[in-house]
Nanobody
Framework: QVQLQESGPGLVKPSQTLSLTCTVS??????????WSWIRQPPGKGLEWMGV???????TYNPSLKSRTSISRDTSKNQFSLQLSSVTPEDTAVYYC????????????WGQGTQVTVSS
């Protein structure tokens, strides 16, 4: 079964770029037909879908975050990554990577999440 694990710095300074990597095992990020998503949950708030990179490398972003968000992948490492630029304390959240079923959009496998705090 597929496993996902987030990694990256837990503390980012305001105005800097938040960078996280999701390492996938038990399944290929190029396999038909799945997509690979980033979701976050600020403290006391609900889940917010950030964006996705599909098995063919195509990307889609939440319009509210699109201007600051970039999702990329390294197929040789079976990893995909998130970059969120110009962060503020409002970007403090638990960040999750997850697998999505390509056609339905259902998120069927999740990483455990990683806390990222934006603070000076």
């Amino acid at each position: 079964q597929v496993q996902l694990q987030e990694s990256g710095p837990g503390l980012v300074k305001p105005s800097q770029t938040l960078s996280l990597t999701c390492t996938v095992s038990g399944g290929s990020i190029t396999a038909n037909f799945y997509a690979w998503s980033w979701i976050r949950q600020p403290p006391g708030k609900g889940l917010e879908w950030m964006g996705v990179i599909a098995f063919d490398g195509s990307t889609t972003y939440n319009p509210s975050l699109k201007s600051r968000t970039s999702i990329s992948r390294d197929t040789s490492k079976n990893q995909f990554s998130l970059q969120l630029s110009s962060v503020t304390p409002e970007d403090t959240a638990v960040y999750y990577c997850a697998r999505a079923q390509y056609y339905s959009g259902s998120l069927d496998s999740w990483g455990q999440g990683t806390q990222v705090t934006v603070s000076s």
